[in-house]
């Protein structure tokens, strides 16, 4: 989606709406802070948008990350579960980056739960 001559402020708001699911480390759920930045950003397309988009990525990596523990039953969660964190990682600092140059990104495997 292609989103023409987005101002400052909503591409520090889309970048926000990505960075802020490191709210995680101080121990709420990393789907807190986007979904807190899309109810703020509604009225802006490319933050509310990109809010969005990293709300569902959470969702997303919340689930895999689960699946993950469970499979450390089968042994093979023990190489899933550092793989799903570190993606998580990644993926959450290329989409600020993305989302503060004003590109609309849109994750891997993401399952859409938010529309």
């Given at each position: 989606?292609?989103?023409?001559a ?17 709210v ?28 969005k988009e ?57 399952l859409?739960?938010v529309?």
């Open positions: 989606m292609t989103y023409p987005t101002t400052t402020d909503e591409r520090n708001w889309a970048a926000i709406g990505h960075l802020s699911a490191f995680q480390f101080l121990g709420i759920p990393s789907f807190v802070g986007p979904l807190v930045v899309w109810l703020m950003k509604k009225d802006e397309p490319f933050a509310s948008d990109q809010a990293a709300l569902n990525f959470n969702i997303s990596m919340a689930i895999y990350f689960v699946v993950s523990l469970v499979a450390i039953i089968l042994l093979v969660g023990l190489v899933l579960v550092p793989v799903v964190a570190i993606s998580w990682f990644i993926l959450v600092i290329v989409a600020t980056l993305k989302a503060s140059n004003g590109e609309a990104y849109r994750h891997p495997m993401t859409r739960f529309n």
